[in-house]
C-alpha cells in the first residue's frame, strides 16, 4: 500500500456511479491518516457518507477553499469533480497552490473530460473505474508508459492503478 501513496501528491479516481470511488476515498483517506498523519478535508456537495474521525466534511465550496489555504499537511478530497472542479480554468491554479500548504489531493471524477489537459497532467497516480474509450485514450497520453486499455472492461469495483513509470495494476476493491 505504501508504495501506491508515499512517493506522490496527487490523485485521481475516476469512474461512474456506484463503482466503489467513494469507498475507495475513505480507504486512502484512513491510510494517509495512519502513515502521514494526515487530515482529510473533504469536499463532498452531497456529504451522505462518514468519512471518518479524521476527516472534516464540507458541503459549501468557498467554505472549503477558504478552509483549505488555512490548513498545512491535509489530505484534500475533491468528490465529485463532474459537479465542483468540473473543468473550472480558475481553480486550474489550486492544484499548484495546494502543494506549497503541504497537502495532498484526491480529485474524484467520473471521467477524463472531468479536468482539464493540464489538471490531468498534474496526477501522479490515477484509479480507473469503468471508462470509455474516449476517457481512457485521455488517460493514455498522461501515462504513455502503461497500457490502460483494461479500463473499457471492469466489473463493478474492479479498478486500474497507474503511476508514472509503473505498470497498470489491476485489483478489486473490499469493501
Ligand atoms: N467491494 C465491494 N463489494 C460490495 N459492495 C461494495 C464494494 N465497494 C463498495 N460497495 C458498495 O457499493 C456502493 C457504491 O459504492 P461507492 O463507493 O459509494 O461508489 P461511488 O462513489 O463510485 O458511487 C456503496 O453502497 C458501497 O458500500
Ligand atoms: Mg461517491
Redesign the pocket.
Known sequence: MNDLFSSYKRFG?F????????????KISWHLFKTEKRKSLVLDPVAK?FWGNHAQVFTKEDEFWKIIFRERNGLVIV??ASVTINRDNELNGVFTTLRHQGHKLLV?GHSAGNLLPQMREQLQRIFL?LQNRDSVEKWQTCFPGADLSDAVNLR??EFLTVANFQPALRV????
Open positions: 479516481i469512474g461512474p456511479s456506484e463503482a466503489g470511488k467513494t469507498t475507495l476515498a475513505k457518507d468528490d465529485d474524484i473505474f463493478q469495483y478489486k476493491l473490499t469493501k
